[in-house]
């Protein structure tokens, strides 16, 4: 029963959240149909995991060429720290509503809003992580006759996955933990649960931030595993 | 040069984000409270008295532009019956607002008589009172079983009302949202999204009326209009006391909720049964008189001020005390 507790003790009760995730409960102001449920967990949870997919593929596909060919020649170090630095200071809500006037609301605003989020971490480590690089080893590359893009391809990214990785790891972080907020633009995520307390009450609240949560954990624990397997053995400070 | 356009960019959104939070939404209303003038009537200054200086009052409202002028001009006019005044107007839901003056963190906030009797108390909306005093009636019964008090109503009314361009409602002959009956499968519904669910809202329409839209998609409410304007939505719920409709005539309506799914409803001011014997006989007398001037044409034009000319809350709940002659 989603009801009205009292301010304190505590709002919600985890045992309520976990209730409220795998049965659906009674909501006062829905008119007797029920509310939250595993069947709904699961549906909202996908919406957000495409979201962020969208978002981190369009992140990807931008700041990742950038930085890595930026990192490769040495140069713009400026240019890839300034806007890894004044990128994080643009406010997520108002990018929403501004292109909202522009653009309408939906996955395509979400997706570019998202996308802006997880630039700076990508572009700066990308630039950061190649511009590293031994330049013994780069040198010793180009000295067997590889071309530029074999230098970056075999040499340089190899040697960078962690960094490289590190990057990816912080923008898909703060682009699934923002997309929590994409049910004020069009689509429903577990953000849903958070920001209607009127409909889910105070369990679907907690319910919701504790699947936040766990979706972030989960992806950040799946990119690491990733990344072990990509990190050359070399790399590596313990044997895997 | 890039680093600056970059700067420049986030100091434009920086802007706007101010801009945003100081102009977002208005909760709806109606009915018939379109009678009275900007003179508010049989006014009349409020007196300070020297023994309410001892009693301090803290007023909340929820996070939306109608109920922070609400809750701005129950404060000030407490202040100038002498009490001693803080205001937290920023409470988010009627659910944390309607804790806060239980729990006593706050000494009383406006509520929505239709909102008190199907959020908080399980009424269903074709079961509240389309009457402000019958509902009113009724929500205070509730509220006394709770410990709390609830003064009389407002003149004016809100409610949710599903609104689009006038362009929109010629084409499709849309007067009545039973006009949409066999339309409305084509069209797309934005709405708040706690809209969805709620009986008095999407669910409302799908129960009572029967409808089915095409989609529909949740929008934060300050975005109720920009999606209309957009084309994006063929249609939005708005709220009744919205300024745009006074203001845009030509450009935005709403259909008339003619199976009376929208419960309208009238404010009424709720506090503590403890706080009201505490702050004495001038609490009632002068939250009461300080709404009586508050018609549906004033709170139009006081929502207009805040959402449309951006002042501040404060600033239109002054302008109106001392319009309507009840400070100097």
Known sequence: ?240 | MRSQLTRLRAAAALLLALALSLGVVACGDSDDGTTGSDEGGNAGAIVANPDNAKVSLTIGSKNFPEQEILGEIYAQALKAAGYKVKSDLNLGSETVAHQAVKSGAISGYPEYASTALTSFFGVEPEEVPAEATPAYEKAKGEFEKEGLTAFPPTPFASANAVGTTTKFAEEEELETVSDLEGKSESMTLYGSPECRQRIDCLAGLEKYYGLKFKSFHPVDIGLRYTVLEKGQADLSILFTTDPQLAAEKDKFVILEDDKEVFPAGNVIFVSKKSTVEKAGPDYEKTIVQVQEGLTLEVMQELDARVELEKQTPKEAAAAYLKSAGYTG
């Open chain 1, 1 to 240: 029963m989603i009801g009205v507790s009292p301010l304190s003790p505590p709002l919600a009760s985890i045992q309520g959240a976990i209730e409220f995730i795998f049965t659906p409960q009674t909501s006062n102001v829905t008119g007797g149909k029920t509310v939250g449920g595993i069947d709904q967990v699961i549906e909202l949870t996908l919406n957000q995991l495409e979201l962020t997919v969208f978002a981190l593929a369009l992140s990807l596909v931008v700041a990742m060429p950038i930085g890595l060919y930026l990192g490769h020649r040495g140069t713009g170090e400026l240019f890839a720290t300034v806007i890894g630095n004044a990128g994080r200071a643009i406010p997520e809500l108002a990018l929403i509503a501004f292109m909202a006037a522009l653009i309408g609301v939906g996955v395509l605003n979400l997706t570019i809003a998202l996308a802006i989020l997880g630039i700076p971490p990508l572009l700066t480590n990308a630039f950061v992580g190649i511009h590293q690089v031994d330049r013994a080893a780069v040198d010793a590359a180009r000295g067997m006759g590889m071309t530029e893009f074999e230098i970056l391809r075999k040499v340089e990214i190899p040697l960078a996955i962690p960094t490289l990785f590190a990057g990816i790891r912080s923008a898909t972080i703060a682009i699934v933990a923002t997309a929590t907020i994409a049910p004020i633009a069009g689509v429903l995520t577990l953000g849903d649960f958070i920001i209607n307390p009127n409909v889910y009450g105070d369990d679907g609240v907690l319910a919701g931030a504790i699947l936040v949560a766990l979706l972030a954990l989960t992806l950040e624990f799946g990119l690491a595993a990733l990344q072990r397997r990509l990190t050359s053995k070399g790399l590596k400070l313990s044997p895997a």
